[in-house]
């Protein structure tokens, strides 16, 4: 009995310690959401408005002549762009975004496709069977890079202007206030400009130059814009995975501390009996 009752206290004693980490990473997690979460609104909303002067902008003989806008005629060679965490520890978001992108390459068996990795678990499971992985960017953690998003969208664009690709798509996880994280995949390049030619505008110096301008712009911006969504999806998946391994953790304990004192009022019964006995023996 008394064994019993170190190997229970030694059991809680070890739950707390792990709530203390998963608590702690349960705030952490939450601070890293609310930054790159305003980061994503912010893009957005910025994103949104070059957008709208894009469909308002672009006729369908410019769609159609642009190298970045028109579709090539036969697509033999996809690049596909995983963006995953470096990290696990964050629910099935890796598990997700890994199963859908294979899915995909799985339906596209007629094309060759070449991958492009943005975190480790992403290069980690790809690697090891044998996918092509062109370009890998790993060390981010969850931490948003301007610089590294524009290197990505760069490499991105290289390659399918190099003729290394004729469409490109990116396999990333859509974040949702309901905390439902979808992974999805969207077509990157060629661009589709969704309503041509709705407005009218006076250009200057011309409708050319200002487009030649935008569009690379609004590319940049819309790779930064996907990898803050994935990154906030990531954070948002690792709270409420850390959150959840909590609330386990206090269950745990309020199991076992309630089988500690029924352990300790038992043994406290046996030698209170055990007494009582002994003296019943001596008057005897």
Not at 72 to 82: M, Q, S
Not at 162 to 172: L, Q, R, S, V
């Amino acid at each position: 009995m008394i064994q019993n009752l170190r190997q229970i206290k030694s059991r809680i004693r070890g739950i707390e310690n792990t709530r203390k980490i998963t608590r702690a990473m349960e705030m952490v997690s939450s601070a890293k959401l609310s930054r790159v979460k305003s980061a994503m609104l912010s893009n957005r909303a910025y994103l949104s408005g070059i957008e709208g002067i894009l469909n308002d902008s672009v006729t369908a003989e410019y769609a159609s002549t642009h190298p970045l806008l028109a579709k090539k005629e036969r697509v033999k060679t996809l690049v596909l762009c995983v963006i995953s965490a470096d990290t696990g520890l964050c629910g099935p978001y890796n598990q997700n975004i890994i199963r859908h992108a294979e899915r995909f390459v799985s339906l596209e068996r007629d094309k060759y496709v070449k991958l492009v990795t943005v975190g480790r678990e992403a290069y980690n499971y790809f690697s090891r069977r044998g996918f092509h992985v062109a370009h890998r960017y790993s060390g981010l953690n969850g931490r948003f890079s301007a610089v590294v998003s524009d290197e990505l969208s760069s490499d991105i664009v290289k390659m399918y202007q190099n003729g290394e690709a004729d469409e490109i798509h990116i396999a990333h996880t859509r974040f949702s206030v309901k905390l439902r994280h979808a992974p999805v995949i969207e077509k990157f390049l060629n661009m589709e400009i969704r309503g041509v030619g709705h407005m009218d505008y006076i250009y200057e110096p011309g409708q050319e130059e200002i487009l030649s301008s935008i569009i690379p712009k609004y590319i940049s911006l819309r790779m930064r814009a996907i990898i803050l969504e994935a990154f906030t999806s990531e954070h948002s998946s690792r709270m409420l995975a850390m959150k959840t391994a909590t609330d386990n953790a206090d269950d745990l304990i309020d199991t076992l501390t309630l089988l500690r004192n029924k352990a300790r009022q038992s043994a406290i019964t046996k030698e209170v009996l055990e007494i009582a006995l002994s003296a019943e023996a001596l008057k005897g």
